[in-house]
């Protein structure tokens, strides 16, 4: 009998184990698609920017480097999503990939928003949005964290997001609206 | 009041005679089904737009609610009108199938629908000639993007071929039209970088393999220049179709890409390369061609070769050697073949006009040598044959000091081609290169005679009798 229980809670174990190891390996599948598609957004904007370096910038470029990176980051937000669902809100790296691409998407918004007041608003949206999945994290905030890449801008080398909202949102015009809204 | 009662009667009679009106959707959609499965697309389309009138009344049926079917009924629907489409290449029915799939990937966000509205729009651009709509590639993108993930992230066969068609549009989106530049090619040249990447997590069979590297160095060559790489690698292509089969139209394609391959080049490097290839083809068409244009097409490629040769100069640095030497060889050549053709097109009435015409062209090489001559500004594969040619130039025009001076450049330079000095002459020549100074003898010796030359004539009449007497040899080995 003993050695029945015994079985089958050795089977029991085993089975926990292997969705365990299941589920971390979904997790780590996960994490390295969230990086690849990050490394795809980063790439996305640093092209937008040579192209905007030049005097020829095409709108309908432009346009279509919105939507692409847009595509990508949509991806970065439906894996996170998934994630938060299956292990909580616990999940640093995530947040983390999943509000830079935000905050890059909200900048590329920015790129545009002069002639597409719509793009404003979407990159405020955006921007409130990255801040609010760091809302009640304790750690140090998304903005002043060093960024696991370089982003080159001309001949600028950016590590930090805080650096290149200064430089691309000069008149604060994001940090305005993101207090207007809590105002 | 009767005739108004007779009137709805017939009516509904009508109404309910019309086809699909007393079936369900049901019965309607497993029909669509089978008639797309066998091909019948017309039948498919009529089907679908009977549902979707039966959805839009008041009371539907139930069916219309249910995602599955009604994404499946657009899917047929866009599917088919791409099929009519395909047959009938009436562009309404491609925006119809266009429409279709976009509402069915509104209803369900299926990345193969995605992959295929977007091929259909960037199919729609290149066909209406509208390079700035990217909307295709933008959709077709997500769709990879989708189906890569659905596959758990790794590129399937299927995948592989979809990212080749993607390949294939973006390019040919970016020289959409061919003779503007809508756009600036840079997310065109983007997404071939990115499609050749996403191809490239997975082993290539070599043929893929060779395709996809082929396009990612087309993307990003000359400055990202994908536009211009497309021409370039066409012009190439043409070129090799020209060469089999030297005829006008041919040369016209060739031409054509080529110089679009110019016109859309970034890099001086490429601009000269361009002008080098023109010039090259155009010789071979006026030597080779059918039915050809000789004056024009020497003209025209005496034209580009001085184009070519103006930024060697302005640019030295930025062009390569081997470039540098093949532009001189071309522009070199163009000048002898245009001289020669003017030097033998001379008629008994316009000879001297012909003649200082060939002269006039000639001179464009030539520069003041510092001792009262003239030289070539620089020396060419072949270079000698034109000092040789501006000689006979020289002697019929009457034209005692430049025939002379070339004759004498031509002797010199055959001389230093060969590795030989005059002792050497009388010793080591070998039959061969004996036959060929003995020309450039025989034209001196021409030309000595006739302006009086007496001491010329006195040094050269042993160099003559050595050289005749060693050619000869080879006649008769030849002849052997």
């Not at chain 2, 004056?295 to 034209?303: G, I, M, N, P």
């Not at chain 2, 000095?421 to 060929?436: D, F, G, L, M, R």
Request: charged residues 25%; hydrophobic residues 35%.
């Amino acid at each position: 009998m003993a050695y029945r229980i015994t079985l089958i809670l050795l089977f029991i174990f085993i089975c926990w184990q292997n969705s365990l190891l299941s589920q971390s390996m979904i997790e780590t599948k996960f994490e390295q698609q969230m990086v690849e598609y990050e490394v795809d957004v980063v790439r996305c904007y640093n092209e937008l920017q040579k192209f905007l370096d030049k005097y020829d910038r095409n709108i309908v470029e432009m346009i279509a480097f919105e939507n692409l990176l847009s595509i990508y980051v949509d991806r970065i937000l439906e894996i996170y999503n998934t994630m938060e669902r299956l292990a909580g809100s616990s999940l640093e790296t995530y947040r983390g990939v999943a509000a830079r691409a935000l905050i890059f998407r909200s900048l590329t918004y920015l790129e545009r928003s002069r002639q597409a007041p719509e793009n404003f608003e979407k990159a405020v949206n955006d921007y409130k949005h990255a801040l609010q999945l760091y809302k009640t994290s304790t750690t140090i905030p998304i903005m002043n964290k060093k960024l696991p890449y370089e982003v080159w801008i001309g001949r600028k080398m950016y590590s930090r997001l805080a650096d290149l909202l200064d430089d691309k949102n000069k008149d604060f015009n994001l940090l305005n609206s993101i207090k207007d809204i809590n105002e | 009041m009767k005739k108004y009662v007779l009137f709805a009667l017939i009516f509904q009679i009508w109404i309910i005679a019309q086809p699909g009106f007393s079936q369900d959707v049901r019965s309607l959609y497993d029909k669509v089904r089978t008639e797309y499965e066998s091909a019948n697309f017309g039948t498919v389309v009529n089907l679908c737009k009977q549902i979707i009138q039966r959805c839009e009344q008041n009371y539907p049926d139930a069916e219309c609610r249910y995602t599955d079917v009604m994404k499946n009924v657009y899917r047929y629907k866009g599917f088919s009108e791409f099929r009519i489409y395909s047959q009938e290449q009436d562009m309404d029915q491609l925006e119809e199938a266009i429409n279709s799939l976009i509402k069915s990937y509104e209803l369900y966000g299926d990345p193969e629908i995605s992959f295929n509205y977007g091929y259909m729009q960037s199919s729609r651009a290149i066909k209406l000639k509208n390079g700035r709509d990217l909307n295709g590639l933008v959709n077709a993108w997500r769709g990879i993007l989708g189906l890569y993930a659905r596959d758990e992230w790794t590129v399937s066969n299927d995948l592989l071929n979809k990212l080749k068609i993607f390949i294939q549009q973006a390019v040919e989106i970016s020289i959409t039209p061919p003779d503007s530049a809508f756009t600036t090619g840079r997310f065109t040249s983007f997404m071939i970088r990115l499609g050749c990447d996403l191809a490239r997590k997975r082993n290539l069979a070599n043929e893929d393999s060779l395709f996809f590297n082929v396009y990612y160095r087309r993307a990003i060559d000359d400055e990202y220049n994908l536009r211009g790489n497309e021409w370039r690698a066409r012009g190439f292509e043409a070129e090799q179709l020209f060469v089999n089969n030297p005829d006008d139209s041919t040369y016209r394609v060739c031409r054509g890409y080529l110089e679009l391959a110019l016109r859309f080049a970034k890099s001086t490097q490429r601009k000269a390369e361009m002008l080098k290839e023109l010039t090259k083809v155009a010789l071979y068409m006026e030597k080779y061609g059918k039915n050809t244009r000789r004056e024009t097409e020497l003209q025209y490629a005496r034209e580009k070769a001085s184009q070519a040769y103006t930024i060697l100069q302005e640019h030295h640095t930025d062009i390569p050697r081997d470039l540098e030497n093949e532009i001189k060889k071309v522009y070199g050549n163009s000048i002898f073949r245009l001289v020669d053709y003017y030097f033998s097109i001379t008629t008994a009435k316009d000879r001297m006009n012909s003649f200082y015409h060939a002269r006039r062209i000639g001179e464009e090489l030539l520069v003041p040598d510092g001792q009262g001559g003239l030289k070539q500004k620089f020396s060419w594969e072949g270079y000698e044959d034109l000092y040789l040619k501006l000689s006979d130039v020289g002697y019929e025009l009457g034209d005692e000091k430049f025939a002379v001076d070339m004759v004498d450049k031509a002797w010199k330079a055959i001389l230093e081609i060969n590795h030989i000095t005059i002792p050497q002459i009388y010793s080591s020549v070998n039959p061969q290169t004996a036959k060929e100074l003995l020309q450039f003898a025989q034209v001196y010796q021409q030309i000595a005679e006739r302006f009086g030359l007496q001491s010329v004539l006195h040094w050269l009449r042993p160099i003559i009798k050595t050289l005749s007497s060693k050619s000869y040899l080879t006649t008769k080995q030849g002849g052997m």
